[in-house]
């Protein structure tokens, strides 16, 4: 009920947020197409709904920990905390970084050689992967403490390691729109790099 609040609440601004993002990507939204009459209510209502998620995310980590906490441990409890505020905060920071830095970098290169791209880009799917770049370098930066808690806890490294790969692909999958292969392809190798390097680190550590 409260994710459905915030949605209507922050519906009236997603157009000063879509204005803020295509300057931010360095891109004219002149040169941006809408394929349906419903295409720029779908971004606005896409924008509200992330808004909403990123809002009300401490309610759901504070439901989830109070249902949990019971048969939690006292080492289980710091380290839920640990991970799910200090990681918010990674991923926050990483989102902006990504949003501010990367984003910006990523559409120059996949724009230098084909002027015709960004025509046929709409802006549904144009803001959409600002958004996925975005969100993907705040789960990069707060991927290495999300697997080092996950290490502590698992008993199977390779089951750990099978688990981490199929929920970063299905991230990458759900997360992109249709056009951008080759980002999920970039956020691919990297997410892999940081899973592998840190179940290197966590082993050492345990040694």
């Known amino acids: 009920m409260s994710s459905i609040f915030l949605i209507l609440l922050l519906l009236p601004f997603s157009k000063s ?8 990507g360095n891109i004219e939204i002149t040169n941006l197409t809408a394929y349906s009459p419903t295409e720029f209510l779908r971004l606005k209502l896409h924008l509200s709904l992330i808004g909403s998620l990123l809002i009300s995310y401490p309610l759901w980590v504070r439901g989830i ?4 906490s019971p048969a939690l441990t006292i080492k289980e409890k710091r380290g839920f905390q640990i991970c799910f505020s200090i990681g918010f905060i990674l991923f926050i920071l990483g989102s ?25 880009l709409s802006i549904y799917e144009t803001i959409k992967l ?8 705040g789960v ?11 290490t502590e806890y698992s008993s199977s490294k390779t089951q750990l390691r099978k688990y981490l790969y199929i929920l970063i692909i299905a ?15 970039i956020f691919l190798i990297l997410f892999s790099l940081i899973i592998e390097i840190t179940l290197v680190f966590g082993d050492k550590n345990e040694d």
């Open 140 to 150: 990069l930066l707060s991927l290495p403490l999300l697997t080092l808690f996950l």
């Open 130 to 137: 600002l958004i996925s770049i975005s969100l993907f370098s």
């Open 17 to 24: 947020i879509v204005d803020n993002l295509l300057t931010i």
């Open 65 to 68: 920990y109070n249902f949990s």
């Open 171 to 185: 991230i990458i999958i759900l997360g992109t729109p249709e056009p951008s292969m080759i980002i999920n392809l």
């Open 96 to 120: 902006i970084l990504g949003l501010y830095y990367l984003a910006p970098i990523i559409f120059e290169v996949l724009l230098m050689n084909d002027n015709v791209t960004i025509a046929k």
